[in-house]
């Protein structure tokens, strides 16, 4: 076998069923295993998974063990030659995988694969790819200063060696994940994705971003930035320090610093105004609900429009590779994304990286 898609799921059920689908039409032509490890969701996904992808390997958790944990119970039972960890917000192209493992295959020395992300308005994800987050950047980074934690001197269409990789797509041989004894359970959930591709270079392996494929990451469905998100990921980067560089009384004095300046800043934060949104469906097949529900303009293409329309792509008669592309082409027109799974009765999106996902049913 091939490759072992492992997506750790944790109540994002919808989120869920659309990564599925796009998993299952990239893997079309590979020796492939799916493995979603659920930590006790409450949302009905485990019953989704089971009636919609009986093929799925199911794995079931009765409490919530935090990324790290799931993620190496995934890769324990994996197959694959090769194991991509995937967030469940996320949709791949139907040539993602094909492509990055066509360059995994022809590298000497591989170590971490990660790959262009966007979020779901289309726009580029800096974070795609990272530099090792060192002292003087870490303050930067606490201080709103991200300029040197991304490693902005690669293109976002290049490929190129780099530091870091971002835990929501990494592709790396399982002999490998193995030799690195997987994520380190001291992380709960951020920060382990540093340690790991930091891990891979002290091996002396090379880490790549590769930007010839893009993947949707609705970033805000499984992350909310706030300041509990603030303080576990400073928490996070502060066991990375001292596993790997020692406690620094700088560092912890920047993050303290930090986090009481995010939770004064936060309240005050001046909202966007107020957009309205025209529906609009690109399909060549459209719903009868959706349309009854919405009543939105139908269209083939984003070209024919211009600005503040709710794009709704329509999975069903859209490759997935197109709803990427052409979310990329209108990320400069003031709308906003909402995507049709294939049969299914409702539309998501997340309108930035920060925002939480819409999930609207009719």
Known sequence: MKLSVVILNYNVRYFLELCLQSVEASLENIPSEIIVIDNDSKDGSCTMVKEKFPSVVLIENNSNV???????????VAKGEYVCIL?????VAEDTFESILDFAEKQTNLGVIGCRLIDGSGKYLPESKRNIPLVDIAIKK??????HYYANHIMEYETAR???LVGAFMVLKRSLYNSLEGFDEDY???????????????KGYDNYYYGGTTVIHYKGESTRRNAIYFKRFYGAMQIFYKKHFKSNVLFDLGVFFGIKL????KPFKQHQPEIKFKPVLVSTN?????????NPKIISSVDEIDSNFEIILDASSLSFKSII???????TKQSIFKIQPKNCNYILGSNSADSVGDVIQF
């Open 87 to 91: 967030n469940p917000d996320t949709v």
């Open 325 to 331: 592309d052409q979310m990329q082409a209108s990320n």
């Open 66 to 76: 935090g990324f790290s944990k799931a993620n190496n119970q995934a890769v324990q």
């Open 162 to 164: 780099v530091e870091v």
């Open 142 to 147: 606490v201080l709103g200063n991200s300029q």
């Open 262 to 265: 995010f939770t004064l800043i």
């Open 286 to 294: 459209s719903n009868a609900q959706l349309v009854e529900k919405l």
């Open 188 to 202: 709960f959930m951020y920060g382990e994705d540093i340690d790991f591709s930091f891990k891979s270079l002290k």
